[in-house]
Structures are given as structure tokens and as C-alpha cells.
């Protein structure tokens, strides 16, 4: 009767663990999902703060060419002004959209590794299976007098 509530046990055990190894595949996808959605939203932030600066620069350029300056110098020191002001607005931009794009590369990393953790509890999940009905044939072999059953 105690070898019949071993291999109970065994088998609510085993259950257990495979229970146990689910559990924690969902959480640290959750967690890698989670971490995903923030890269993302950083990087939309990113961009949009940059975006922002970069019309105060068009702007600027803008207040520059609208000033009405025939010739000469101060015409000159206008134009590269206009000129900087445009150029500064684009290497923003371009600063930007790099921030955005390293967030974005950050949260596919995120991703995969959620598809990792995944796999990794599928694999572990089938290695316990194993394991445990290995362990309850063993008990069952046992139980049944067959003998020292090795498997």
C-alpha cells in the first residue's frame, strides 16, 4: 500500500514540477513582454523629443530667412546661420531616429528572449516528463515484484 502512495506521490510530484516550469515560462514572458513595450514606448519618446527640437531649429531657420537683408555681410552671416540652424535640426533627427532605433533593436531583443525562455521551459518541461515517467515505470516495476527494474 506505501509503494501505491509513492508512486502517487511521484506522479503529483511530477505534475507539480511541470506545473512549476509553466509558471515561471508565463512570468518571465510577461516580464520579457513587458520590457519589449517599454523599449518601444523609450524609443517613441525618443524620437518625439527629438522631433520637437528640431522644430525649434526650423524655426529659427525660418525667423532668419524671413529678415529682410539685402546685401553684404550681415546677409551672409543670416545665411549661415539659416544654414547651421537647418543642419542642426537634421543631426537632430538623425540623432532620433538612432535612439528610436536602438530602443526598437532593444525590445526585439526583449522579444526573443520571451521565444528563449519559451523553448527553454518546452525542453525542460519534456526532460521532467521523461524523468518522472521513467521514475514511475521504476516504481511500478518495483511495486510489481518484477524485480531491481532499471530503466
Known amino acids: 500500500?506505501?509503494?501505491i502512495a509513492s508512486?502517487?506521490?511521484?506522479g503529483a510530484a511530477l505534475g507539480a514540477d511541470i506545473a512549476a516550469i509553466e509558471t515561471e515560462a508565463k512570468a518571465?514572458?510577461?516580464?520579457?513582454?513587458?520590457n519589449a513595450q517599454v523599449s518601444r514606448a523609450s524609443g517613441r519618446q525618443a524620437l518625439e523629443r527629438r522631433i520637437d527640437e528640431a522644430k525649434f531649429f526650423r524655426r529659427r531657420a525660418q525667423r532668419i530667412r524671413s529678415m529682410n537683408?539685402?546685401?553684404?555681410?550681415?546677409l551672409a552671416v543670416l545665411e549661415e546661420n539659416e544654414l547651421n540652424a537647418e543642419l542642426d535640426a537634421l543631426n537632430i533627427l538623425r540623432q532620433g531616429s538612432i535612439e528610436a532605433s536602438q530602443f526598437d533593436a532593444r525590445a526585439a531583443l526583449d522579444e526573443f528572449e520571451g521565444k528563449i525562455v519559451r523553448q527553454g521551459a518546452k525542453m525542460k518541461k519534456t526532460?521532467?516528463?521523461?524523468?518522472g515517467v521513467a521514475q514511475l515505470t521504476r516504481?511500478?516495476?518495483?511495486?510489481?515484484?518484477i524485480g531491481d527494474a532499471t530503466i
Do not use: H, R
Open 1 to 3: 500500500m506505501a509503494e
Open 139 to 145: 516504481s511500478s516495476f518495483n511495486f510489481a515484484g
Open 69 to 74: 537683408i539685402a546685401k553684404g555681410a550681415p
Open 28 to 34: 518571465a514572458k510577461v516580464v520579457a513582454d513587458y
Open 7 to 10: 508512486i502517487g506521490l511521484q
Open 127 to 131: 526532460g521532467a516528463l521523461i524523468g
